[in-house]
């Protein structure tokens, strides 16, 4: 299937069926490295995504009754869809979001590998019997799905985090209503007539487009809507905290990072300048797991920046269509406003910028938003780069002594995603992966998110866990019930 040549007025995908919004407006979907338009999608409102309760709602009652392994049957039938359409996918991926087409690649990948994942995880949602302390009764324990479940996910990875809540949510026998970024929902769109092929019953699985208030507003208050798996914004995700009390309603919040990166004066300094590349530049540094914060023990910061600056300069930017470039352009004009505040103000508090920190206008970087990868030696903690997500290719890197002082300025934050350290000693890694507050903590490992293993944020980066056996059991309910003989 050709999905690139086919992107002009797309629709809604709503118990089983394609429909238009009710306004007939279209939202148009611009490449951030050209400026031309990609495609468009009909504009959804708060009805459409109440219809798509209602479908998911009336679909729950067939789709739990069957078993596990039939619900996996499915799943493995989109991973092996996703994986033979993956150039396709791939590309409108990198024309509407910017990141390089090889990531791109891996993004589909990655979709494809959370649905794989959790098809076998649907068939050991395990319950037990527990012994009983009276002879007469017996007592048995039961997972069963909580019902509709709206999938929430954000544009910097548009497709591997929908389908890392969508998998399962469909795995544990809930059906699921969902929306995309509004920058990024082509690429969810050619995903959904892709998985049409795999023959979900109707209503099962739910595409909803439109604005994100309208949207998240119905899901948050109708009753029939039990479960809210959503990555975003830390500000968002309160507000979704908010309205949902009124109904208690389950809550899986994926949300802001601060990340910090520690490289001990042991460290492998060329392993650890090629973590700190990938982490902080991969996707243009627009992922919630990026590193924010960079941290060198003093001894070592003029070797490393050395090795950084020289690596940093080699980064090919350009259009992520082009198979030789390493940084696309940022996703929007706010983004290179962000990216270009926080350079100023990290200048203006002393930094010394050893490399970029500018807008690219010259030639073909003009019609794009693309900007310089930079970084920036002499960062203090009260730059707005070291407190606040800069979602930008800027590396900020800072100088320590002690492992206490370091421990205690990385924690010094509300965030809690995720963190890197770069060491050769055991005893240091294990230390520091311990008392780091955060959900994920990379040792030498700069790509440390998988499907097989949890993952979340502590403190304000969220609530709740997905991936591994945790990913399942956020879909899930425990039962207990008591029998008299």
């Known amino acids: 299937m050709n999905l690139e040549n086919d992107l002009k007025k797309n629709s809604m995908f709503i118990d ?45 009652r067939s789709w739990k009754e069957k078993t596990a392994r039939e619900r996996a049957n499915y799943l493995l039938s989109i991973a092996k869809i996703l994986m033979d359409n993956k150039e396709s996918l791939a590309k ?17 990948g990655g979709a ?16 037990r019997i527990v012994p009983p302390t009276n002879s007469s009764k017996r007592h048995i ?44 929902t082509l690429v969810t769109i050619a995903a959904m007539k892709l998985i049409e092929e795999a023959k979900l019953p109707a209503g099962v699985l739910n595409l909803v487009t439109g604005p994100a208030a309208d949207v998240m507003n119905e899901f948050i208050e109708n009753d029939k809507c039990r479960k809210i798996s959503f990555t975003g914004s830390t500000e968002v995700g309160r507000e979704i905290m908010r309205k949902g009390a009124e109904q208690i309603k389950h809550l899986s919040l994926e949300l802001g990072g601060l990340a910090p990166a520690i490289v001990f004066d042991d460290a492998d300094i060329d392993g650890a300048v090629k973590g700190v590349l990938g982490a902080k530049f991969r996707n243009g540094g627009q992922s919630c797991i990026a590193i924010n914060r960079i941290y060198i023990q003093k001894n070592i910061a003029g070797a490393f920046n050395g090795k950084l600056v020289e690596a940093v300069k080699n980064i090919k930017v350009g259009n992520g269509l082009r198979q030789e470039t390493d940084l696309g352009p940022l996703v929007d004009k706010k983004a290179v406003e962000k990216f270009l505040r926080h350079v100023d103000d990290a200048t203006d508090k002393g930094g010394t910028l050893l490399s970029g920190g500018k807008r690219m206008t010259v030639g073909e970087f003009g019609k794009g938003n693309f900007v310089e990868p930079t970084v920036i030696s002499g960062a203090k903690d009260d730059m707005l780069c070291m407190c606040d997500e800069t979602f930008g290719p800027l590396a900020p890197i800072a100088t320590f002594t002690t492992f206490d002082e370091v421990i205690e300025r990385a924690n010094a934050t509300p965030f809690g995603l995720s963190a890197y350290v770069y060491t050769r000693n055991l005893s240091l890694a294990f230390k520091a992966g311990e008392m780091l507050e955060a959900g994920t ?15 979340g944020g502590m403190k304000q980066s969220g609530l709740g866990r997905e991936c591994g056996t945790e990913g399942l059991d956020a879909f899930l309910e425990t039962k207990h019930i008591s029998m008299v003989l």
């Open 16 to 60: 089983g069926k394609w429909m238009e919004g009710t306004s007939g407006k279209y939202f148009s979907v611009p490449n951030p490295a050209t400026g031309d338009e990609v495609g468009s999608y009909t504009v959804g409102d708060r009805q459409t995504a109440g219809k798509a309760i209602g479908a998911a709602d009336k679909a729950f």
């Open 92 to 108: 409108i991926l990198t024309m509407e979001n910017g990141k390089p087409i090889k990531e791109s690649l891996g993004e589909v």
């Open 112 to 127: 494809a590998a959370h649905f794989e994942w959790f098809a076998e995880e649907a068939t050991r949602m395990y319950g």
């Open 141 to 184: 324990v039961i997972k069963q799905p909580i019902g509709v479940a709206a999938c929430v996910a954000p544009w910097n990875f548009p497709l591997v985090l929908w389908a890392r809540k969508v998998a399962p949510a469909l795995a544990a026998g809930c059906t699921v209503v969902s929306r995309a970024a509004s920058q990024t």
């Open 441 to 455: 903590v990379g040792v030498n490992d700069d790509v440390p998110s998988t499907t097989i293993a949890p993952f």
